[in-house]
């Protein structure tokens, strides 16, 4: 059989690698719709299971599309509480039911309007304060030993996290930046530290892995 002008000029064939003629390649495709469902509990049975002991609390956050990113992240680390708080955007809005993809049903969330009193309460009932937040007493995320519960407090776009807020945490924190943007989006921000804290619970992780392997 005659080679295509691409296989002369490549040497390859199917199933190997270019050049590395005794290297095959491995299929490997994403898991489809159904297989992905097959490594979650079911819907109805959904509001049972124990959620992580992380909160999130939005300080005056304007836009809705990052509002509804977070209730997705929040879904997605199975969070205990997410609270949207000062002059915001809430719920029923389409364009926060669009970026969360429906998540904000699946997520408990409460508008309060002074975050200074849900963060005031918060640290009262023993769960650890996490502002994220560039300031003069701030360390790089990595350096914090963090304790749970923990709640993260995420700042408005422009003006950040509040002063008030800012003295009652028990840790500031930033994303290093290495480029010329002095920081990250919100929702962007809140994954890396979302996920970063969901290292402290491995044994959901862990679990979790081994369905979707299972799933393959």
């Known amino acids: 059989m005659r080679r295509s002008s691409d296989d002369t000029r490549t040497g390859s064939q199917a199933g190997k690698i270019p050049g590395n003629p005794d290297i095959k390649t491995m299929s490997i495709t994403p898991l489809s719709k159904e297989n992905l469902r097959a490594t979650k ?14 909160y999130l609390v939005l300080d005056s956050l304007k836009c809705a599309h990052n509002i509804g990113t977070i ?23 389409q364009k926060i039911k669009s970026a969360s993809r429906g998540a904000e049903k699946w997520v408990p969330w409460e508008y309060r309007e002074n975050v200074i009193e849900v ?32 709640c993260i407090v995420m700042g408005r776009e422009y003006d950040g996290v509040s002063p008030e ?17 002095n920081s ?14 969901l290292k402290l619970i491995e044994p959901a ?5 081994s369905k979707l392997a299972a799933a393959g």
């Open 41 to 54: 509990i079911q819907r109805k049975d959904f509001d049972e299971i124990p959620r992580n002991p992380i």
């Open 71 to 93: 209730l997705r992240l929040a879904d997605a680390v199975l969070a205990t509480k997410v609270y949207i708080c000062g002059n915001t955007i809430v719920p029923p809005n």
């Open 119 to 150: 963060v005031r309460a918060l640290k009262d009932s023993g769960i650890n304060i996490v502002s994220l937040e560039v300031a003069s007493s701030s360390v790089p995320y990595t350096e914090v030993s963090y304790q749970l519960p923990v």
């Open 165 to 181: 807020v800012l003295d009652l945490s028990d840790h500031i924190v930033h994303l290093p930046i290495f480029g010329m943007a």
């Open 184 to 197: 990250l989006n919100v929702s962007t921000a809140a994954s890396v530290m979302m996920y970063e804290i």
């Open 205 to 209: 992780s862990a679990d979790q892995n």
